[in-house]
């Protein structure tokens, strides 16, 4: 790497500079260590960047001054106060800076630009930036509301003025100035201006969702662009300048919320989720199934528990939109999230894709789609039907008792069937006089038993109280899945071929050693084998 950085050297513009030193950090972006090693699962983006900046300190070289000086303003928190540390040391012992070091950092942003598609599939932000007036350059940036939220592209370029000619509407002029006079509500499908601090709140909201996925999917050129986007997002002012609400795309915030609009970005996900309170989401029901587009749907029983699931996804999975559909989320929503989440009667899951169809006319009518895209998103609905039914598995056709799988699953919440299973795999049987099959694991006050007659079951012995509680914490962990890493962890012992019943000890053991702090027992669990 330091090596590498001689080519620093050369360069004459501060934007190039912090291009290449943001793909030498991006080398190993989204990487982790393994787990054998000595860090456990440690971030290599602050162990190899911080043992960079230490290694590059050692060398009182341009070259090493060079690239201390692109960390300092691209690195993470940490790495950039240790770079700048250790530039202004090799500084003070005469070491020759580049000529660009004196403008990196120095950049600020001007305009913003934000595109919806039609679905609201994504958002395109474009920021511009300039370092001083010189060099002007614009990022842009894609968020991706079907993968999460994430922040899946970026690239830079500094032919603004061609970019800003592509991205206006047709027989429009260019996109006008955020501080201008805007109208109230834009169309979708063309860039509108958004300040620099509705452009922050979306991007830094994409950004961590981004850095928090695991193995996002992002576009291969992302991690060299990465480092960059870090620290443009962060010259993003974080307050609005007060000005005329007219401005405010769409609308503002609140009159979004208050109309069922789906717009994203500056909207928190976080309001936008707690909107949808369960009487609104039940009244949101109520009105689809007495509208035109549902009269066909025969079972209303039925129809309104799929409406229900798809109320919950859009919600929940897509940032509190539940109107918003598009031939992509309603695949992912039938084929990805149902199977591996929700655990459907029979006559839901014949049912499911015909309400889906519904919704689609229901809620697409409402936005105010175009008819071409309600149509495009039908196809979508129909070509999946034949696969949703292979795809789509009811647990009693892996030989699972119904009614056993109904005792686990009153949240009809099919992913934790595994792991609650696990934690209470007796279930039927007499145990000290007590009928195992009348009791009910969703009840804390009978787990005791259940836990009771597995644990004198597997050892062919009584137990004492204090053990017996262990296990209640370590199942009542299990049955809410909380934390996550406590049933990855469990599956990684069980992987090895260790008995359930000694798996659950050492999982017991690492929630009493972290007592209270879940950061440092999900930090446990991720150090199991």
Not at 63 to 90: D, K, N
Not at 125 to 151: K, R, W
Not at 325 to 342: C, G, N, Q, V
Not at 466 to 478: K, N, P
Request: aromatic content about 6%.
């Amino acid at each position: 790497m330091l090596r590498a950085s001689r080519e620093l050297l050369a360069l004459r513009s501060p934007l190039d500079a912090e291009l290449m030193v943001s793909e030498m950090l991006g080398t190993w972006w989204g990487q982790r260590a393994p787990r054998s090693s000595s860090h456990g699962a440690a971030d290599l983006e602050e162990l190899i960047g911080e043992g960079l900046v230490e290694y590059a300190a050692q060398h009182a070289s341009p070259a090493a001054l060079a690239l201390l000086s692109g960390i300092a303003c691209l690195g993470t928190p940490r790495q950039a106060v240790q770079a700048e540390q250790a530039g202004l040391a090799l500084i003070e012992r005469g070491v020759a800076r580049p000529a660009w070091s004196e403008h990196v950092g120095a950049v600020a942003a001007t305009d913003c630009y934000l595109n919806s598609d039609l679905f609201g599939d994504q958002d395109e932000a474009v920021c511009l930036f300039s370092y001083a007036g010189t060099d002007p350059h614009a990022l842009v940036m894609v968020v991706d509301y079907n993968a999460g939220g994430i922040l899946r592209d970026g690239w830079v370029t500094s032919k603004v003025s061609t970019l800003l000619e592509r991205c206006q509407p047709p027989g429009d002029t260019a996109p006008r100035q955020a501080s201008g006079a805007q109208p109230a509500r834009a169309a979708r499908g063309g860039f509108r201006p958004v300040t620099p601090a509705q452009a922050r709140r979306l991007l830094e909201a994409a950004l961590t969702a981004t850095d928090t996925a695991t193995d996002p999917p992002v576009s291969k050129s992302f991690p060299a662009y990465h480092a960059f986007i870090r620290a443009r997002v962060r010259t993003l002012s974080p307050k609005d300048p007060v000005a005329d609400p007219a401005i405010a795309p769409f609308g503002g915030p609140a009159t979004a919320l208050a109309s069922h609009d789906d717009t994203s970005g500056w909207i928190s996900a976080a309001a936008r989720r707690k909107a949808w309170s369960d009487d609104r989401r039940a009244m949101l029901v109520v009105e689809f199934l007495a509208s035109d587009d549902a009269e066909d749907l025969s079972d209303r029983k039925a129809a309104s528990r799929c409406a229900d699931h798809i109320i919950a996804y859009g919600c929940e999975q897509d940032f509190g939109r539940p109107l918003r559909m598009s031939p992509a989320k309603a695949e992912t929503f039938l084929l990805d999230w149902l199977p591996r989440k929700i655990m459907l009667l029979p006559a839901e899951q014949h049912a499911m894709p015909h309400v889906l169809a519904a919704w689609v006319r229901w809620a697409g009518r409402r936005r105010e789609l175009p008819a071409e895209a309600i149509e495009e998103t039908l196809d979508a609905v129909f070509n999946a039907m034949g696969t949703f039914a292979r795809v789509y598995h009811d647990p009693t056709t892996f030989g699972l008792d119904a009614q056993l799988v109904a005792r686990l699953l009153p949240d009809a919440d099919l992913e934790a069937l595994p792991r609650r299973a696990f934690a209470f795999p007796l279930l039927q049987g007499v145990y000290d006089g007590i009928d195992l099959s009348t009791l009910d694991p969703a009840r804390p006050e009978e787990r005791r038993t259940l836990l009771a007659a597995d644990h004198d079951d597997a050892h062919a012995r009584p137990t004492n109280e204090q053990h017996i509680s262990r296990h209640l914490v370590l199942s009542d962990r299990l049955w809410r899945g909380d934390p996550p890493e406590l049933w990855e962890a469990a599956q990684r012992l069980l992987d090895r071929g260790e008995h359930r019943h000694a798996v659950q000890h050492t999982l017991m053991y690492v929630i009493r050693d972290a007592g209270g702090d879940t950061a440092r027992l999900a930090a446990e669990l991720a150090n199991l084998p």
